[in-house]
């Protein structure tokens, strides 16, 4: 079992008076800014985002007050594996990495290449990517390639 897989996220927020009356998705959007509108409409039809611990639909409204409450298992990240590389690091700051990538470095771990790719490098240097989709890859180069590679630090 990854490390992500056994960790429970479990959050709440009370829905504030500039809130109150928005679509439940809007509002945990605002409150839960660390995960895609998308991705909360989903937890929110299958229960694992719920208003006052009632189940409820992304366009339903919430009063102020109202209290969410959001307890999901974090998606696994293909078993990938941390592994210590040298990465050139172009700009960090809160929310994202941007990396150098060079020529003859696989992005994604594959079949044949599960190790000593760019993603194993990066759970190494950034353990909280684990709990990221795809490991916070945005876009890809090929292995041949070089060239800039952004990586986002959290979904949102």
Not at 78 to 88: C, N
Not at 94 to 122: E, F, S
Request: glycine share 6%.
């Amino acid at each position: 079992m990854s490390k992500a897989e056994s960790q429970l996220i479990s959050l709440s927020a009370e829905v504030t008076h500039s809130l109150a009356g928005n679509r439940l998705d809007q509002i945990a959007a605002q409150l839960f800014p660390d995960y895609s509108r998308a991705r909360l409409q989903e937890w929110i039809k299958q229960g694992k985002l719920t208003l006052d611990g009632q189940h409820c639909r992304p366009r339903d409204t919430a009063a102020a007050g109202a209290m969410l409450l959001l307890e999901v298992e974090p998606e696994p990240v293909e078993d990938w594996i941390a592994q210590e590389m040298p990465l050139q690091v172009v700009y960090e700051d809160a929310d994202l990495l941007v990396i150098n990538k060079p020529t003859d470095l696989v992005v994604h771990p594959a079949a044949g290449h599960r190790q000593g790719t760019l993603v194993n490098g990066l759970l190494h240097y950034c353990p909280a990517l684990e709990s990221v989709p795809r490991a916070g890859i945005v876009h890809r180069l090929d292995k041949d390639t070089s060239g800039v590679l952004v990586v986002a630090k959290r979904e949102a």
